[in-house]
């Protein structure tokens, strides 16, 4: 998929004038889940976003994911529809195995995903905190590789064996919690970085993962300011040796283990 390198994270996000008016400054790519209890939010935004841009549905990117006990054969199908409607969409451009937990099996989940495809409900399959072999399993069973693989990664937690397997096989890396959670402002290598630029640490530790190929990121933001800064953060480029420092820190903080 082609992906822009800064789409719109929705978890927490209760607001749809939030989502509208990320679509009006330029998000071209929403990310929401069943789980976050906010698909008919992030749909209400969007519409009212496309509306006041003079914009297509077809111009936004729409993702959500099935949640672990939507992953049956027979659940799959079910829940897409009723996330689309949710969304009020007629297909999601999307859909994601959140997680591969709970009802997963590639065998079975896979299949039933991809015959939504067929029916037009669902225009591209991901998959979200998979590991190297679930992710050589599921390109085992598509025949393909996954439309995108939607991970964890920010300064405190990076899984290199992962951007490789998505660079062998050609699909890219959405990268989730991009700022740590807001944490990012307290890693001095991060720090340091965004006063030799006179930028913020948010924007540096979003320049930094969208540098990394094949990485785009979805923080979350919730204020104008914040969504406008955020979008503007990939056009800062950070030096090799700038991108190594920030490399180096210790990576420990998972923010969201098994
Ligand atoms: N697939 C998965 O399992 C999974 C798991 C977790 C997250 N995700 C996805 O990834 C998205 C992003 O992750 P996240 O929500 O955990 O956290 P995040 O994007 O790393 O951080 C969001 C926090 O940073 C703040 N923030 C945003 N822009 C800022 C700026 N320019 N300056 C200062 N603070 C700023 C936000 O505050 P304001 O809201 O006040 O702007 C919010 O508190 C989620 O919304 C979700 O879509 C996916």
Redesign the pocket.
């Known amino acids: 998929m082609d992906l822009p390198p800064v789409g ?6 209760d607001d749809p004038g939030a989502v509208a008016t990320a679509v009006s400054v330029g998000y071209r790519h929403l ?3 069943r789980i ?1 209890d906010n698909e008919a939010v992030v749909g209400d935004g969007l519409a009212a976003g496309l509306a006041d841009g003079d914009l297509d549905r077809g111009d936004v990117t729409v993702a959500t ?1 099935l949640w672990t006990d939507d992953l049956a054969a027979g659940a799959v199908a079910p829940a897409a529809r009723e996330s689309a409607d949710r969304l009020g969409v007629d297909a999601i451009d999307l859909l ?1 195995v ?2 591969p937990r709970g009802d997963y099996d590639p065998e079975t989940t896979l299949p039933a995903i991809d015959r939504v495809g067929d029916d037009g409900l669902v225009r591209n399959v991901g998959v ?2 998979f590991e190297v072999a679930d992710l050589d399993r599921a390109i085992e069973v598509l025949g393909r590789p996954p439309a995108a693989h ?3 990664l ?1 300064p405190l937690f990076l899984r290199p064996e992962l951007l490789g397997h998505a660079r062998e096989h050609g699909y890219p890396v959405v990268a ?7 944490r ?2 307290e890693i001095d290598a991060v720090a340091a970085v965004a006063e030799a630029h006179d930028a ?1 640490p ?2 540096v530790a979003i320049a930094w993962a969208a540098a990394k190929e094949p990485v785009v990121t ?6 104008e ?3 406008r ?2 979008l503007a ?1 990939a056009d800062l480029e950070l030096t090799d040796a700038e991108v190594a420092a920030i490399d180096a820190v210790e990576r420990e903080e998972e ?2 283990p098994e």
Not at 8 to 13: A, S
């Open positions: 719109l994270g929705t978890m927490g996000i990310d929401t889940a976050y994911k994601y959140h997680r979200s905190n939607q991970t964890e920010h989730y919690s991009p700022l740590a959670g807001g990012v402002r913020t948010e924007a979805i923080p979350k933001a919730s204020s300011a914040h969504l800064a955020n953060a923010l969201f």
